[in-house]
């Protein structure tokens, strides 16, 4: 994992409410995933979940309520939580096109401090064949692998992760799921939004809009 002041062992959601433009998403969300769990995060289209991973993330301002990471020795400041302890996975994977596949693995590695060695992440997510590639030349279910491949390359306790399975076949589907499984046993943290259940049990958090 990552050094010892951003080992994040559990996240808090107190009372979190969530606005975009002039629509309230939901309100009063409260919740707390510990380290070893998953959650899956579900509601329609629209309801708010991209929303809430990238609000975890630091990316969108809360309408209320409040958002705290825990670590071994209690409460986690918010921005070391979030610069050194987190992977966002969202819809857009956030590959530059014009790098190779293994120059965008290598750079991301790099920048979210990675120790160095992607031959796991490579691996695991069957890279080898498309390192040479212009990232603008992948199917959007290698770009998808691409993309998760940095969960390895520079390891972080908590993962968020936004429809992880959507563009994937099954047998990366079920690949994926084992990688998510190894993460949890190794005691990390995963909140995932989706519409298909993930490969393995989770709790459910629902989000919707106030009744």
Same mark, same amino acid.
């Given at each position: 994992?990552?050094?010892?002041?951003?080992?994040?062992?559990? $996240?808090?959601?107190?009372?979190?409410?969530?606005? &975009?433009?002039?629509?309230?998403?939901?309100?009063?969300? !409260? =919740?707390?995933? !510990? /380290?070893?769990?998953?959650?899956? *995060?579900?509601? /329609?289209?629209?309801?708010?979940?991209?929303?809430? *991973?990238?609000?975890?993330?630091?990316?969108? %301002?809360?309408?209320?309520?409040?958002?705290?990471?825990?670590?071994?020795?209690?409460?986690?400041?918010?921005?070391?939580?979030?610069?050194?302890?987190?992977?966002?996975?969202?819809?857009?994977?956030? $590959?530059? !096109?014009?790098?190779? /596949?293994?120059?965008?693995?290598?750079?991301?590695?790099?920048?979210?401090?990675?120790?160095?060695?992607?031959?796991?992440?490579?691996?695991?997510?069957?890279?080898? %064949?498309?390192? !040479?590639? =212009?990232?603008?030349?992948?199917?959007?279910?290698?770009?998808?692998? *691409?993309?998760?491949?940095?969960?390895?390359?520079?390891?972080?306790?908590?993962?968020? *992760?936004? =429809?992880?399975?959507? %563009?994937?076949?099954?047998?990366? &589907?079920?690949? $994926?799921? =084992?990688?998510?499984? &190894?993460?949890?046993?190794?005691?990390?943290?995963?909140?995932? /939004?989706?519409?298909?259940?993930?490969?393995? %049990?989770?709790?459910?958090?629902?989000?919707?809009?106030?009744?």
């Amino acid at each position: 994992m990552t050094d010892h002041a951003s080992q994040i062992r559990r $996240l808090r959601l107190d009372a979190v409410s969530l606005e &975009r433009g002039q629509r309230r998403l939901f309100s009063a969300l !409260t =919740e707390a995933l !510990t /380290a070893g769990e998953a959650i899956s *995060l579900t509601g /329609a289209n629209g309801a708010g979940k991209t929303s809430l *991973l990238r609000a975890i993330a630091g990316l969108l %301002p809360l309408a209320a309520g409040r958002i705290a990471f825990d670590g071994p020795d209690g409460e986690i400041e918010a921005e070391t939580a979030r610069s050194d302890g987190l992977h966002l996975l969202a819809h857009q994977d956030g $590959l530059k !096109t014009s790098r190779t /596949a293994g120059e965008e693995l290598d750079f991301w590695a790099r920048w979210l401090g990675g120790g160095g060695d992607l031959a796991p992440a490579v691996e695991t997510f069957n890279l080898e %064949p498309l390192l !040479t590639l =212009e990232v603008r030349k992948l199917s959007a279910g290698q770009r998808r692998r *691409l993309a998760l491949a940095r969960l390895l390359a520079a390891p972080r306790p908590l993962w968020l *992760l936004d =429809e992880p399975m959507a %563009p994937l076949d099954t047998a990366m &589907r079920r690949q $994926l799921g =084992e990688v998510m499984q &190894r993460h949890l046993h190794s005691g990390g943290l995963i909140l995932a /939004a989706v519409h298909d259940p993930l490969p393995f %049990p989770t709790r459910s958090l629902h989000v919707g809009a106030p009744g």
